[in-house]
């Protein structure tokens, strides 16, 4: 490639949060995450009709993850390219773009069993079938390791980067190092104010292969994570920035495991405390965030590293 490819941010709102996709402005367009049901109609055809491209011309959906903030427009936005896009996920997140029922499973199976809320599970169907604009099978599963053409010389590598969810990828522009990570890279997190992935090693062992492998010229967050001192970062980070978001990744993650570590050898037990049973990790922290606010990475995060407490398999998450 003898120059970058230009990448156009596309931020839509969404609650609490900002959510970020990205257009690829190859000789065969991609977007990478789709925002939720009316993302691609209210918010990134008329961002790209700004900058004199259509939202039909898209050829590639990139999907870095299975959650409903980043495939919830997948549907919609496949419909406006005239069905001619293909749409790309990792094969362990594909049951989530299927099937609307499986982020049910998801909470049922993880945050689901600490949060006291007796309509949990049916308030998660109901923004399932709110914000996901349809169930779909699939273009192209990946596993990480594949090379895709965007037409010309343009290609873009899949690195499996699992963690948050089982089936996390970062696509990478090769030549430029553009890389899009969607949730791999949290820093101490984003509105919730806590990091949230269901398996901590793969999270940390994503991270460093990010840092050390990749080596990000250019960093594109799915959401506006926050360093240690709660200032954001942009949406597009340099290489110093993307280090700095990494190694504060890393680091909140070993402070989080250290403080899970102590809580789960005390023993957990159920208390008045809305982050019961891990009430002594909420306190060591300093984590004073509503734990209940979906989708409640903290909740995510302990049930992660209780787990892998539980199975000897795993190997440790902390340096």
Same mark, same amino acid.
């Given at each position: 490639?003898?120059?970058?490819?230009?990448?156009?941010? !596309?931020?839509?709102?969404? #609650?609490?949060?900002?959510? +970020?996709?990205?257009?690829?402005?190859?000789?065969?367009?991609?977007?990478?995450?789709?925002?939720?049901?009316?993302? *691609?109609?209210?918010?990134? @055809?008329?961002?790209?009709?700004?900058?004199?491209?259509?939202?039909?011309?898209?050829?590639?959906?990139?999907?870095?993850?299975?959650?409903?903030?980043? /495939?919830?427009?997948?549907?919609?936005?496949?419909? !406006?390219? #005239?069905? $001619?896009?293909? &749409?790309?996920?990792?094969?362990?997140?594909?049951?989530?773009?299927?099937?609307?029922?499986?982020? &049910?499973?998801? +909470?049922? @199976?993880?945050?689901?069993? +600490?949060?006291?809320? *007796?309509?949990?599970?049916?308030?998660?169907?109901?923004?399932?079938? =709110? %914000?996901?604009? #349809?169930?779909?099978?699939?273009?192209?599963?990946?596993?990480?390791?594949?090379?895709?053409?965007?037409?010309?010389?343009?290609?873009?590598?899949?690195?499996? %980067?699992?963690?948050?969810?089982?089936?996390?990828?970062?696509?990478?522009?090769?030549?430029?190092?553009? &890389?899009?990570?969607?949730?791999? /890279?949290?820093?101490?997190?984003? =509105?919730?104010?806590?990091?949230?992935?269901?398996?901590?090693?793969?999270?940390?062992?994503? !991270?460093?292969?990010?840092?050390?492998?990749?080596?990000?010229?250019?960093? +594109?967050?799915?959401?506006?994570?926050?360093?240690?001192?709660?200032?954001?970062? #942009? /949406?597009?980070?340099?290489?110093?920035? =993307?280090?700095?978001?990494?190694?504060?990744? !890393?680091?909140?993650?070993?402070? %989080?495991?250290?403080?899970?570590?102590?809580?789960?050898?005390?023993?957990?037990?159920?208390?008045?405390?809305?982050?019961?049973?891990?009430?002594?990790?909420?306190?060591?922290?300093?984590?004073?965030?509503?734990?209940?606010?979906?989708?409640? *990475?903290?909740?995510?995060?302990?049930?992660?590293? $209780?787990?892998?407490?539980?199975?000897?398999?795993?190997?440790?998450?902390?340096?």
């Amino acid at each position: 490639m003898t120059h970058d490819v230009p990448v156009h941010p !596309l931020v839509s709102p969404w #609650g609490r949060f900002g959510l +970020y996709s990205f257009f690829i402005d190859a000789p065969e367009p991609a977007i990478v995450d789709t925002g939720v049901a009316g993302s *691609p109609a209210e918010g990134m @055809a008329p961002a790209l009709a700004a900058i004199g491209r259509r939202v039909e011309d898209v050829r590639w959906i990139l999907l870095t993850h299975g959650h409903i903030d980043h /495939v919830g427009g997948a549907y919609a936005l496949w419909e !406006l390219t #005239g069905r $001619r896009a293909r &749409v790309v996920i990792h094969e362990a997140d594909a049951p989530m773009l299927r099937s609307r029922r499986a982020h &049910v499973d998801e +909470y049922r @199976a993880g945050r689901g069993q +600490y949060l006291r809320a *007796p309509r949990g599970e049916a308030e998660v169907a109901a923004a399932a079938h =709110a %914000v996901i604009s #349809g169930e779909m099978e699939p273009t192209l599963l990946v596993k990480g390791g594949e090379t895709l053409s965007l037409g010309g010389d343009v290609t873009v590598s899949v690195h499996a %980067v699992p963690g948050h969810t089982p089936g996390s990828v970062a696509y990478v522009v090769d030549g430029q190092r553009s &890389v899009f990570v969607g949730d791999a /890279v949290q820093a101490h997190g984003a =509105a919730n104010g806590f990091p949230g992935y269901t398996d901590p090693a793969a999270y940390r062992a994503g !991270l460093q292969h990010l840092r050390d492998e990749v080596r990000p010229r250019h960093l +594109y967050l799915g959401h506006p994570y926050r360093r240690a001192d709660g200032t954001p970062y #942009g /949406v597009e980070l340099d290489a110093a920035q =993307a280090r700095d978001a990494i190694d504060q990744s !890393l680091a909140a993650e070993s402070r %989080v495991a250290e403080a899970a570590r102590r809580c789960l050898e005390a023993g957990l037990t159920e208390t008045d405390s809305p982050y019961s049973p891990f009430a002594g990790a909420a306190e060591e922290l300093g984590y004073t965030g509503d734990p209940t606010l979906e989708p409640s *990475p903290f909740f995510t995060s302990m049930h992660g590293y $209780r787990t892998r407490d539980r199975n000897p398999h795993h190997r440790s998450s902390t340096p």
